[in-house]
């Protein structure tokens, strides 16, 4: 089965989408993600898309999907290398991406992802109430 690489950085996950995307490839790299992001402990997912010249409806909705996933695992989604034709088409479907950022290239969406982390990590945990006697 055709699978994409998932990269670790640190406390990033790196995708780098050098192929097209089919249906059943995104299905994959969803659950692959999902499951490495749990493994990991990984706190950020870069995806870079800059070699997609083609995104679809269902494309969209699985990188939304992947965002809200890896957003409710407690890690950060950053979509780096939209080309402009990509961008355009999401549009022109109606699709948002809700909870997906983007930037323009991977130095940018590293950047992005490393402040965002940081900002987190400063904020203190608040005890559980429901641990208290």
């Given at each position: 089965?055709?699978?994409?690489?998932?990269?670790?950085?640190?406390?990033?996950?790196l995708v780098t989408i050098q192929v097209d995307m089919h249906d059943q490839l995104a299905v994959t790299l969803q659950d692959d993600l999902t499951a490495r992001i749990v493994d990991s402990g990984a706190r950020g997912v870069l995806i870079d898309i800059s070699s997609l010249e083609v995104v679809d409806s269902f494309i969209g909705r699985i990188l939304g999907n992947i965002a809200t996933m890896s957003r409710v695992l407690d890690a950060q989604t950053v979509v780096v290398g939209m080309q402009p034709a990509v961008a355009i088409t999401l549009v022109e479907l109606g699709m948002s991406l809700p909870g997906i950022r983007t930037a323009l290239n991977v130095e940018k969406g590293m950047a992005l992802l490393q402040a965002s982390i940081e900002a987190d990590d400063a904020v203190p945990e608040v005890p559980d109430a429901s641990l208290e006697d």
């Open positions: 089965m055709e699978r994409i690489p998932i990269l670790r950085m640190g406390k990033v996950l």
